[in-house]
Nanobody, 124 residues
């Protein structure tokens, strides 16, 4: 049974940066698709970024392209989301996700495993 645990959320001023981490454990995630999603109260969970655990292209939502970078360290079994030029509209709970198949950014959020989420708050 896979487990994901996020860390690194917090309060940051607009224009600032933050790096989220996600520890993956419980099983091998080789060739799995790993992603970050975010959700605010009353809204559906939305896709942010994704990458295959074994490497390959990165995928980003248009709203974060050029500002956020997804990466992974397979030796540490960790997934990261480096966020720069943060804006108040980036305020949300951020979730790490793992899926055996590709994520579909335009569809409702689906994953085989979810982390518990970490709060990111950007003040103006």
């Amino acid at each position: 049974q896979g487990q994901l645990r996020e860390s690194g959320g917090g309060l940051v001023q607009a224009g600032g940066s933050l790096k989220l981490s996600c520890g993956a454990s419980g099983q091998s995630f080789k060739n799995w698709h790993m992603g970050w999603f975010r959700q605010t109260a009353g809204k559906e969970r939305e896709f942010v970024a994704a990458v295959n655990w074994s490497g390959g292209p990165e995928y980003y939502a248009d709203s974060v392209k050029g500002r956020f970078t997804i990466s992974r360290n397979t030796f540490k079994s960790e997934l990261y989301l480096h966020m720069t030029t943060l804006q108040p509209e980036d305020t949300a709970t951020y979730f790490c996700a793992a899926r055996s198949g590709p994520f579909t950014p335009t569809a409702p959020a689906e994953a085989d495993y979810w982390g518990q989420g970490t709060q990111v708050t950007v003040s103006s």
